[in-house]
Nanobody
Framework: QVQLVESGGGLVQPGESLRLTCTTS????????MGWYRQAPGKERELVAS??????TYADSAKGRFTISRDKAQKTVYLQMTSLKPEDTAVYFC?????????WGQGTQVTLSS
């Protein structure tokens, strides 16, 4: 069974950085799409960044501060977040599409202290 496991969330102060990691297991196939979404309290889940083929897309809120990347084996995707702001507080979810099937991680909490 394919699983996505995220890590790296936590409580940080504005201006600090965090790196989220998501690793997939249970499939011999590489994802065709890898991405990060987030959901703040009372809000809908929204795209943060995604990558497929040689293309990368960032939400406007992430441009210039967040960087999505993956390892050579294409089993792990990272989200480097810098200059974090209070409005970045959310549960961050990893998403991958593997053989046409969309998979989600369980989410990792990122909280900015005031």
């Amino acid at each position: 069974q394919v699983q996505l496991v995220e890590s790296g969330g936590g409580l940080v102060q504005p201006g600090e950085s965090l790196r989220l990691t998501c690793t997939t297991s249970g499939s011999i196939y590489s994802p065709t799409v890898m991405g990060w979404y987030r959901q703040a309290p009372g809000k809908e889940r929204e795209l943060v960044a995604s990558m497929w083929g040689g293309s990368i897309t960032y939400a406007d809120s992430a441009k210039g501060r967040f960087t999505i990347s993956r390892d050579k084996a294409q089993k792990t995707v990272y989200l480097q977040m810098t200059s974090l702001k209070p409005e970045d507080t959310a549960v961050y979810f990893c998403m991958m599409i593997i053989r046409g099937v969309q998979k989600w991680g369980q989410g990792t909490q990122v909280t900015l202290s005031s």
